[in-house]
């Protein structure tokens, strides 16, 4: 089978082509520069440069039976960007003959998501859904890469990390191994849908900190901290341009997804999903070096 996988040199993409190509399909992908091309190179896959909302050529899709809509600008403001230019890639894939589409969303995407990111996955979630093609929403995918990964660089880099309202909200879960399973089964087995891939049991902020701090052997200390006190501070940052890993969009995000469905598929696709322990475990070399 031939797949296309736009944002190909990203945590969720590099690591899809990777369990693709050992099941022997035939990957193609791209990215948004020339500067990124030579990272792609170690999945033996051919790559192209296609940036987000501007012109490119159609026949790059030609051939293709399943595409993989990984590609998100995650820059402040490129909310426009990201809708057009997705949907304009879905378009000209369906015109080269692109049967199945996989649009991968976010659990932080649905009618109440009050940050820039949520909002546009929201938008392009209902885009692919018309169009009678498949949506992802994934948990928080826990792996080497990805916001797990910008987790580890702050309990690494601070000697004193906020727990904002005592780390009591919940999160949804995912390993990267148990995502790309599920992904490559739907590839091969493309059905109309949407998909909400998590572990049943969600855990809490704390708990996943103190779970990464372990295996990572990170001297932080965990300070809870009322979100009262932790927002003043966040807009300052922001008016100050300080080089800070959260903002008040990702706070008030994650505040809003504490009222979201917590109901998942992926039983569907894995019958024994990877704990949180043997998640944070498996990228413990890495975590440590």
């Known amino acids: 089978m031939n797949v296309f996988i736009t944002g190909i040199n990203g945590f969720v993409g590099s690591a899809l082509a990777k369990a693709l190509l050992e099941r022997g399909h035939n990957v193609t992908g791209s990215v948004s520069g020339t500067e990124k091309l030579p990272a792609t190179t170690k999945y033996e896959t051919q790559c192209v440069v296609l940036r987000m909302n501007e012109d490119f050529d159609p026949g790059v899709f030609r051939g293709v039976n399943v595409l993989v809509h990984c590609a998100h600008d995650l820059r402040k403001g490129k909310s426009t960007a990201n809708t057009e230019g997705t949907k304009k890639i ?66 690494q880099k601070y000697p004193f990390v906020p727990l904002v309202d005592g780390g009591k909200g919940k999160l949804p879960i995912i390993s990267i191994h148990d995502l790309t399973t599920s992904l490559v089964q739907l590839i091969e087995n493309p059905r109309i849908g949407s998909f909400r891939l998590c572990n049943a049991e969600q855990v809490s902020l704390k708990e996943l900190l103190v779970q990464i701090k372990r295996v990572g052997n990170y001297k932080a200390v965990l300070v809870p901290v009322p979100v009262q006190i932790i927002y003043p501070g966040l807009w300052i940052s922001d008016k100050l341009g300080l080089p800070f890993q959260l903002d008040i969009g990702n706070l008030k995000g994650f505040r809003a997804n504490q009222s979201v469905d917590d109901s998942t598929d992926l039983n569907e696709f894995i019958s024994q999903p990877m704990t949180l322990k043997e998640m944070v475990e498996a990228s413990s070399p890495k975590l440590n070096r």
């Open 90 to 155: 879905a378009r000209a894939a369906l015109g080269e003959g692109v049967n199945w589409q996989i649009f991968i969303s976010s659990y932080s995407a649905h009618e109440k998501a009050t940050s820039e990111y949520g909002q546009t996955k929201w938008e392009l979630e209902k885009f692919f859904l018309q169009l009678g093609q498949m949506v992802v929403k994934p948990g928080l995918v826990i792996g080497y890469g990805g916001l797990f990964l910008k987790l580890c660089g702050f309990l």
